[in-house]
């Protein structure tokens, strides 16, 4: 709060991007955790909030008559232009937003203060919901080829790779930790994805530090045990996903890329995908395109290709399709890196998995994908997303991209994944909006230094907990879209702008409604109707037992003995007395009740009572008289009119 300069102002006016004359008034709130604007005209009362970590920029503009402008710039691709009608007051708010937006440690970031209604033993069990271990044994692991690793329990080895990992089981120790040696940042080859069906591998590192001559006996014998480890294959791919140039480059700074002569029985694949500060502005580049306010189609569509972003989706697209077929089809083992593993590295090797494997394109897979090839494997979230004050030139949309591809992949294939698109957009929200802690941090060791499962709330959980909002209505498991590898085309015209990311706050420009989400409507509004038709199905069949029981009351015909005849309208012969078990039940004439099914003889059980009794003829000793009497059905049709026997076939 002591960075709040002014925390409340009136007459604030909220501008439309679509129509900037009808802009809304209403008043501006400032929190130590949102900006608040509050509109309030003819009765209606509407909120506007924005978290401040999700805030990148913040720009004041010139004093006009109107006031002064001051634009909101947010992570989520939110704009907010609003003008406040005094200088001083805008001047309070600006200098305010600078400071809030930007958390200078940890402690500041909203998760930390994030307290939902939940207890304690609540929070704890959210962290549970995922299990890495669980994971690589649905993968078959640990096993005869592939056993897990305890030599970076302390993040001695590489302090940006998780604890645990799963390394050839012909990698001995010493392998393993030269190998380490020789990579940078110690990010020695470590396994992602194991197919159960052919043991192929996608296995991932950061580059070697090989520069123009050097190589190291401990990197190529681990190389050699990864080859191994796939015995229906006799080489294996490394694929670097730089330019070629960019690694030759890096070649003067002693590091670059493996040497085919070194290394035996390898294919060396080069893939292209540029590096962060490239992707950056490109997307800037692209969002410049989305804010213009009534752009023709030419120039939305000249802009969009000027800024390059759909190549850049479409090369890391291209190098996931190429490992993916390399596992499946080839049967072959595939070794992925880039510079240093944690960004494009992270991107070919989950855009694989995802075509690989179909439990990763259920909700709760995608989920398990990015713990795994994104959270434990170290990509700098704090740096790509500026979570904190910092160099702006670390920052990089790495994962948007890996996201859009995703999305991409779900309008190619629209019924192969359980998800909708908010799932995706909710997850980019979180990444950036630090309400929970599964992305602060920059590697599992900042996290574990942060206490973050003691401290913070997990998004799976809440994400988990809300899934029947993010469930596709066009699922089906069983489709064949749904099983074994995705086949994509990456043909340039298969790629399409992102409009529900990246202008889905501009309801002025697109007033629509998605299709998935008018389907989910039919869709919810068929499972109500089914709902009702059950609820009146069963009212009639309660209808009709009620009025089943209202004849068979109707059909009862008792004698003036104390000795109930119950006669039920689907009976053959009522029940006599030394037919029942639990002694003789008697009632009144006049108070008749409805007959019990367990004092009752059915027409089968009535033959069987018929058959015994004139095989037992002799009178009964209780001193009740015999009441032996013919069957209605029997041959003998010849009966006393006024016998109790011609009683009984009148009903």
């Known amino acids: ?67 002064c402008s001051l634009i909101i710039r947010c992570k989520n691709f939110q704009v907010l232009h609003f003008i406040i009608p005094e200088e001083p007051d805008s001047q309070s708010v600006y200098l305010s937003l600078q ?13 930390f203060s994030y307290k939902p209604n939940t207890d304690e033993e609540e929070r704890r069990q959210e962290w549970d919901l995922l299990d890495l271990r669980a994971e690589y044994k649905r993968m078959g692991l640990p096993n005869s080829l592939w056993r897990l690793s305890p030599l970076n329990q302390s993040y001695k080895v590489s302090d940006t790779y998780p604890a645990e990992v799963f390394v050839p089981a012909s990698a001995t120790p010493p392998v393993v930790t030269g190998s380490s040696k020789f990579r940078s940042r110690g990010r020695f080859p470590a396994l992602s994805y194991h197919s159960k069906e052919n043991h192929a591998t996608i296995c991932r590192s950061s580059q070697p530090l090989s520069g123009f001559s050097a190589r190291c006996l401990e990197d190529e014998q681990m190389l050699e045990a990864i080859l191994r480890s796939n015995p229906r294959s006799d080489f294996m791919y490394v694929v670097d996903t730089r330019p070629k140039l960019n690694a030759i480059a890096n070649r003067a700074a002693g590091k670059g890329y493996e040497n085919e002569d070194n290394y035996s029985n390898i294919k060396f694949q080069f893939i292209g995908i540029e590096n962060i500060h490239v992707m950056r502005n490109s997307q800037q580049k692209m969002l ?45 083992s595939v070794l992925v890196h880039c ?54 030139k670390d920052a990089s949309p790495v994962m948007d991209q890996f996201l859009e591809c995703v999305w991409q992949l779900m309008e190619q294939f629209p019924c192969a994944f359980e998800f909708n698109e908010r799932f ?78 990246y202008n889905r706050f501009d309801r002025g ?49 008792f004698d003036k003995s104390p000795t109930m005849w119950a006669l039920g309208k689907d009976l053959g012969l009522a029940n006599t007395p030394q037919d029942y ?49 013919r069957s209605p059905f029997s041959e003998d049709g010849s009966r006393d009119a006024d016998s109790d026997e011609a009683v009984y076939a009148t009903a």
């Open 581 to 629: 078990t639990g002694g003789f039940f008697t009632c009144s004439p006049s108070q008749p009740r409805p007959p019990s099914a367990s004092l009752i003889l059915s027409p089968v059980d009535f033959n069987k009572a018929l058959d015994f009794n004139q095989s037992n003829s002799s009178d009964q000793e209780s001193g009740i008289a015999d009441m032996t009497c």
């Open 288 to 332: 410049e395109v989305t804010e213009l306010r009534a752009p023709s189609m030419s120039d939305f569509l000249e802009g969009l290709e000027n800024s390059g972003w759909l190549k850049h989706i479409k090369a890391v697209l291209d190098a996931g399709v190429f490992i993916a077929k390399a596992v499946a089809e080839e049967g072959v």
């Open 1 to 67: 709060m002591e960075h709040i300069r002014l925390p409340k102002v009136e007459n604030v006016r909220l501008l439309d991007r679509a129509t900037p004359r009808r802009g809304r008034v209403g008043t501006l709130y400032l929190t130590a955790t949102h900006t608040i604007f509050v509109e309030d005209e003819a009765g209606v009362r509407n909120e506007t909030w924005v978290l401040h970590s999700l805030v990148v920029s913040v720009d004041k503009l010139s004093t006009t008559s109107a006031g």
């Open 424 to 501: 995706l957009i909710t997850i980019h929200s979180h990444m950036y909006s630090c309400q929970f802690g599964n992305f602060i941090g920059n590697n599992q060791r900042e996290r574990a230094e942060l206490s973050l499962c003691e401290r913070t709330h997990s998004l799976w959980s809440y994400l988990w907990s809300n899934r029947t909002d993010f469930l596709n209505p066009l699922y089906r498991p069983n489709h064949s879209q749904s099983q074994g590898l995705l086949r994509p085309s990456t043909a340039p015209y298969c790629f399409k702008f992102w409009r529900g990311l």
């Open 509 to 557: 420009i697109h007033p629509r409604q998605s299709v998935e989400d008018c389907l989910r409507v039919i869709q919810e509004e068929t499972q109500q109707l089914e709902a009702q038709l059950s609820s009146h199905k069963q009212k009639i069949a309660d209808l009709e037992q009620k009025q089943e029981w209202d004849l068979a009351k109707k059909e009862i015909v």
């Open 99 to 111: 400071r809030l937006s930007q958390p200078e440690t940890f402690e500041e970031l909203y998760c």
């Open 339 to 392: 510079s240093d593993g944690w960004d494009r590295t992270a991107q070919v090797c989950s855009v694989a998995s995802l075509l690989l494997d179909p439990y990763y394109r259920t909700l709760k897979g995608l989920m398990v994908l990015i713990e795994k090839d994104w959270i434990s494997f170290g990509h700098k979230f704090s740096h790509r997303c500026n979570h904190l004050v910092g160099d702006p």
